[in-house]
C-alpha cells in the first residue's frame, strides 16, 4: 500500500517554501520517494467541497454521533491518502504537544494530578486564536517549570511558573495557561530559549525604515535585570546581529551572526569561558579563546550553534568541531581527563569526535548529546538516570563509578548509528525524532516525559506515540517535555483536526480509519489513548475552561 509523507521544497517560481508529498512505496524503513510534485494543480471543485465537508463535521461537537455521516460523504482514502494541494490552497498549520510535570501548569493545561503522561494538542482558542483557526508556529521551548512558544505572525506566549518572572509579564504570578508576552508585540520573534528560571529571544523590529532589521536581543527573568523583556546588548555592539541565544541554570550565553560569543551570568565552574573562575554575577564577556590543542595557544574560532547545560556549555564551530567548557564532574564536556579539576575554563575541542562533522547539539542538567548530518546521536555525561539511552547501570555497558558512586560516560558514545533528525535534552531526559517521524524518550521518567510506559526510567530509547504531523522541534525541560508538529499536506491536516476530536468514546472510530488510510501516527495515538484509559488514566484535562484564560 502507498504511504504519503509532507517534505519541503521550494519551487522555481515561488521565493517561498511550499509542501509536496512524495509517494512511498513499501513499509517500515525508509522508503525513496520516487516522485515529486512542486505547485500541483488544483483537483477539481467535488474535491474541494468534501474537504469543507469534513472540516464542518469535524468541527461539531457531535462528532462521534456524525462519524459514519463523513464516511459516507466523501472517499476518505482519497482525500487523505491522494489529494495535494499548493500551498496556497491548504492552511498549513501548526500543533503543539506538552506533557509531563505539571505542578506549574507548564503544560499548558491543568489535569487532576501533577502531571499529564497523555499529551493533547493546545488548542489554537488557547493562544487567542479562532477554533478552526490554522495556528502556525516557529519555536518552542522548555525550562524548569515553565514553558514557551514562538508564532508564526511573530507573537511570544509563555506559561508556568513565574517566581523569578521568567514569563516576562512584569509579576511573580504563574500561569497555568498561554499569555501573550506584550512588552514585546513590537517585535517579531524569531526564536526563544528558557533557562532554569529565565527566558531570553531573538526578535527583530517590526517597523523599520526599509533596510535589513537587525536581529536582537531581549532577556528577562532570574539575574536579567527585569521580569519585563528588555533589550541587552551587553559586550556586543548595537549593530550586531543576534544568530541565537542558550540559557543554563544560572548563565546565559548569546551567539552572533559573525561567529562570537558572549556570555554573562554566574561562573563559578568555568561555564562563562573566561578562563577563571569567579564568585557572584557577572556581566557580559565575548569568549575569544578557544583551545584546539592543549599544547597550543588558544585561538578565535567561528561558532555557528551553542547550548548551555545546568553548568556546562557546548558550541559547535563552522568546520562541525565541538567545544565544551565549565563543570565536567559527570563526564558532560567529553574529556578524558580535566584540565582544572573537575571543570573546564577554556573552550576545549572534544578530541573524541575528530573527523565526524557535527550539526547540532544540546545540553542537559548532566549530560550531553551531538548529532552527525547523517543522523548518528553520540552521547556523554551523567547516566544515573538513563538519559544517556545506554542501559541501566548494572547492564552490559560498563559504566565508570565514581567516589560518589555514580556512573558517567566522559567520552562520547555512538547511541544511534544514523536516522535521527532531531535532539532535545532535559535535565534528566532525552528525546529525539528519526527520519520516519517517530519520537523516542529516554532518562527519568517519573512524570512520563521520556517515553509512554509508566516505568520511572527508560533506559533504552522507548517510543513517545502521542504527536500527529511532522515534526518540527523538540523540546525538553526539567520535567516535561513539548513537540512542535506541522500539517504541510492535506493528508495532515485532516489528521490534526481528527486528532483535535479524539475522545475515549470514538478513539476505536478514528483509529479504524487512520488504521485503513495509512495515518500510523493517529492510529497509535488512538491506541495509546485507549490502552492509558484501560490502565485507569483520566482524560479529564480535556474539559478545562480555555475561555475565561484564567488558573
Known amino acids: 500500500m502507498a504511504t504519503f509523507v509532507a517534505t519541503k521544497s521550494t519551487c522555481l517560481t515561488s521565493r517561498h517554501n511550499i509542501c509536496c508529498v512524495t509517494r512511498n512505496h513499501g513499509i517500515g524503513a525508509l522508503a525513496r520517494p520516487q516522485a515529486d510534485e512542486c505547485c500541483p494543480k488544483l483537483p477539481r471543485s467535488r474535491t474541494n467541497t468534501q474537504f469543507i465537508s469534513i472540516q464542518i463535521q469535524l468541527s461539531s461537537k457531535k462528532f462521534s454521533d456524525s ?40 503544560t499548558g493545561r491543568r489535569g487532576r494530578e501533577h502531571q499529564l503522561r497523555i499529551p493533547k494538542q493546545l488548542r489554537p482558542e488557547l493562544f487567542g486564536c479562532p477554533a478552526a483557526g490554522n495556528s502556525r508556529w516557529l519555536d518552542i521551548a522548555c525550562g524548569r517549570e515553565h514553558t514557551a512558544a514562538v508564532a508564526s505572525d511573530g507573537s511570544l506566549f509563555t506559561w508556568g511558573a513565574n517566581e523569578f518572572g521568567q514569563l516576562g509579564d512584569g509579576t511573580e504570578e504563574g500561569s497555568k495557561y498561554p499569555k501573550k508576552v506584550k512588552q514585546l508585540q ?89 578562563g577563571v573562575t569567579c564568585e557572584g554575577l557577572q556581566g557580559p564577556r565575548i569568549i575569544n579563546a578557544y583551545a584546539k590543542f592543549l599544547d597550543e595557544a588558544p585561538e578565535l574560532v567561528k561558532i555557528i550553534q551553542v547550548s548551555c547545560g545546568e553548568y556546562h556549555t557546548t558550541a559547535i ?131 512520563g516525559q521520556a517515553a509512554n510506559d509508566k516505568s520511572t526510567y527508560a533506559w533504552y530509547p522507548s517510543p513517545v506515540d502521542w504527536c500527529v504531523g511532522e515534526v518540527r522541534k523538540l523540546a525538553a525541560g526539567g520535567g516535561h517535555s513539548a513537540v512542535l508538529t506541522d500539517a504541510c499536506s492535506l493528508k495532515e491536516l485532516c489528521e490534526f483536526r481528527l486528532a483535535d476530536n479524539i475522545t475515549p468514546s470514538n478513539a476505536s472510530e478514528i483509529e479504524d480509519v487512520a488504521s485503513r488510510t495509512g495515518a500510523e501516527a493517529l492510529a497509535r495515538l488512538c491506541g495509546r489513548l485507549r490502552e492509558h484509559l484501560l490502565e485507569g488514566g483520566d482524560w479529564d484535562y480535556e474539559d478545562d475552561d480555555i475561555n475565561n484564560g484564567k488558573n
Open 67 to 106: 462519524f459514519s455521516q463523513i464516511q459516507e460523504q466523501m472517499d476518505i482514502n482519497e482525500i487523505i491518502g491522494e489529494t495535494v494541494y499548493p500551498v496556497n490552497k491548504v492552511p498549513t498549520r501548526s500543533a503543539i504537544y506538552v506533557w509531563g510535570y505539571n505542578q506549574n501548569g507548564q
Open 317 to 447: 564551530s563552522e568546520n562541525g568541531e565541538v567545544y565544551t567548557w565549565g563543570l565536567g564532574n559527570m563526564g558532560q564536556l567529553g574529556h578524558c581527563s580535566l584540565q582544572s579539576g573537575n571543570k573546564e575554563l577554556l573552550p576545549r575541542r572534544v578530541v573524541a569526535l575528530d573527523g565526524i562533522f557535527i550539526k547540532s547539539v544540546s545540553c542537559g542538567g548532566v549530560h550531553t548529546c551531538a548529532l552527525t548530518l547523517k543522523g548518528a546521536l553520540y552521547a556523554w555525561g551523567g547516566g544515573q538516570a538513563g538519559q544517556l539511552g545506554l542501559g541501566p547501570q548494572t547492564g552490559s555497558f560498563s559504566f565508570i563509578p565514581d567516589d560518589s558512586e555514580t556512573y558517567f560516560r566522559n567520552i562520547p558514545v555512538l547511541v544511534i548509528p544514523n536516522g535521527v533528525q532531531h535532539v532535545a535534552c532535559g535535565h534528566c531526559h532525552t528525546l529525539i525524532c528519526l527520519k520516519d517521524g517517530r519520537i523516542h524518550g529516554w532518562g527519568y521518567n517519573g512524570y
Open 186 to 274: 513590537t517585535e517579531f520573534v524569531k526564536s526563544v530559549s528558557c533557562g532554569a528560571h529565565c527566558t531570553a529571544a531573538v526578535a527583530e523590529p517590526r517597523e523599520n525604515d526599509g533596510t535589513i532589521s537587525k536581529s536582537r536581543l531581549w532577556v528577562w527573568g532570574q539575574n536579567q535585570g527585569s521580569n519585563f523583556p528588555r533589550l541587552f546588548w551587553g559586550a556586543f555592539t548595537p549593530n550586531t546581529s543576534i544568530r541565537q541565544v542558550s540559557c543554563g541554570a544560572v548563565h546565559v550565553v548569546a551567539l552572533s551572526e559573525v561567529g562570537l560569543l558572549q556570555a554573562w551570568g554566574y561562573n563559578e565552574y568555568g561555564q562563562l569561558g573566561r
